[in-house]
């Protein structure tokens, strides 16, 4: 697994209007952050932090969560799900898609 540079920077791009998002490495892959706190990251795939309550909601409407392969067995990580692949070149899903995300952060406002 390896996260795609290419992919990371178009997500950035794509949510530069919610201001204070960068891109630093992590784990092969890229972490999204907001304000210094992640809140998503790429891999082979972009993935939003999700909250546990809506967990149900994203694997309904097909997210898978994230996961990797570590000493022979799948470890599958739930905080993560997939963006759906449509979202990507939508400018106005992907940036609520991180909004909501942001807002689940510690100490910010719940929407």
Do not use: N
């Not at 809140?39 to 809506?54: E, H, L, P, R, S």
């Not at 022979?72 to 963006?83: K, Q």
């Amino acid at each position: 697994m390896s996260g795609h540079r290419d992919l990371a920077q178009h997500v950035l791009d794509q949510v530069e209007p919610l201001g204070g998002m960068t891109l630093r490495r992590f784990f092969g892959g890229w972490a999204l952050c907001h304000a210094g706190r992640q809140v998503a990251m790429v891999m082979d795939t972009f993935y939003v932090k999700v909250a546990d309550v809506q967990r149900p909601i994203w694997e309904a409407a097909g997210s898978r969560p994230f996961t990797y392969q570590a000493a022979g067995r799948t470890v599958t990580v739930r905080a993560y799900y997939s963006v759906p692949d449509d979202a990507l070149d939508d400018r106005g899903a992907l940036t609520d898609l991180v909004r909501h995300a942001i807002s689940r952060l510690p100490g910010q406002a719940r929407t």
